[in-house]
């Protein structure tokens, strides 16, 4: 495993589709006792699952295992997934409404148009707003929402410092008049996140 600050992924450290493999295995369960303490659910649907340096490169990793597109498909991976891998003084959240059954998925998803823009996490009395990823647009022209949103959550250094005190009350939600839940971030999660600060 990589340091937890580590900030962009490059071609050095990605490993060779053969050696990735004898390998796969154990990444993989590595990969999911770490995101253990990085996921969270709010409300009925949604899940926050907070990305780093390891849960990128496994992602891209894992993509060209499966699609097999080997040099040519690298630089795409890298540009899509680099960004999402927290910069020192941010939180990064792949965000997923989960809806086993679809037409009520495309009912509800229709009624939180611009709930990318409505995501935050409340800390030493301060509210952190999130910025959705602009890659593309997250709500269709007829307002409904994309199932899987992208979000980075800007701290100051204050808002650092009260995130990292042991015991802090932190709380992840969403502010969207159709989805107003919240929750209270674990003990757990909170100190796992803190290390994705500098």
Do not use: C, W
Not at 58 to 69: A, H, N, P, R, T
């Amino acid at each position: 495993m990589m340091p937890a600050t580590a900030k962009q992924i490059t071609h050095a450290d990605i490993l060779p589709l053969p050696d990735y493999m004898k390998i796969r295995k154990e990444r993989r369960s590595a990969v999911v006792a770490l995101k253990k303490n990085r996921r969270l659910a709010v409300g009925p649907h949604a899940t926050f699952y907070f990305e780093n340096f390891e849960t990128m490169l496994s992602q891209v990793q894992e993509m060209l295992y499966i699609e097999k597109g080997g040099d040519e498909q690298v630089e795409d991976e890298l540009s899509a997934y680099n960004p999402l891998i927290p910069q020192g003084r941010e939180l990064v959240a792949t965000v997923m409404f989960e809806i086993d059954d679809e037409v009520r998925r495309r009912r509800v998803l229709a009624t939180l148009g611009g709930i990318e823009h409505q995501m935050f996490i409340k800390v030493g009395g301060e509210t952190v707003k999130g910025v959705a990823e602009d890659d593309l647009d997250r709500t269709t022209a007829d307002g409904k929402a994309s199932s899987v949103q992208f979000v980075h959550f800007p701290f100051t250094e204050a808002q650092i410092a009260a995130f990292r005190k042991p015991g802090a009350e932190v709380v992840l939600g969403f502010s969207h008049e159709n989805y107003p839940h919240m929750t209270v971030m674990p003990e757990a999660v909170r100190e796992a996140l803190a290390k994705d600060f500098d």
